[in-house]
């Protein structure tokens, strides 16, 4: 495989874990739990912690992706009908933007075709390129 190939197909795989990330994000907005210092917890589960992904280029010019939690994963709503609501009716949500997310979504599937393009292309040359020398 080409270098040109080795970077793509590093960032499809990005872009790939962008997506999934993003989409469990998306699929746990309304997975809320107790708020951690909440006496009323009980044995109800934790909220779900918001995720992200962060990119870093390497010096080979190919691309490692790595899934960290949002900083705060969760923050407090009201929800006073939730059985592990504290004494004010505040429970911890994930700290979703759902406008983000679909902006997150988008870009992660222009990146990944824009790369997709790239391994064609690359793919095209070389068989080009085959082509001339037999």
Known sequence: MSIASTIAVSGMTAAALRLQISASNVANVDSSGPLPDSPSAGSA???????????TAMSDGTTFATVTQVQPGTVKTWDPGASYADAQ???ASPNVDLASQAVQQIMAGLVYAANAAVVRSDNQMTSALVNVFV
């Open 45 to 55: 589960p934790p909220a779900y912690n918001a995720l992200t992904v962060n990119q």
């Open 89 to 91: 009716g505040m429970v």
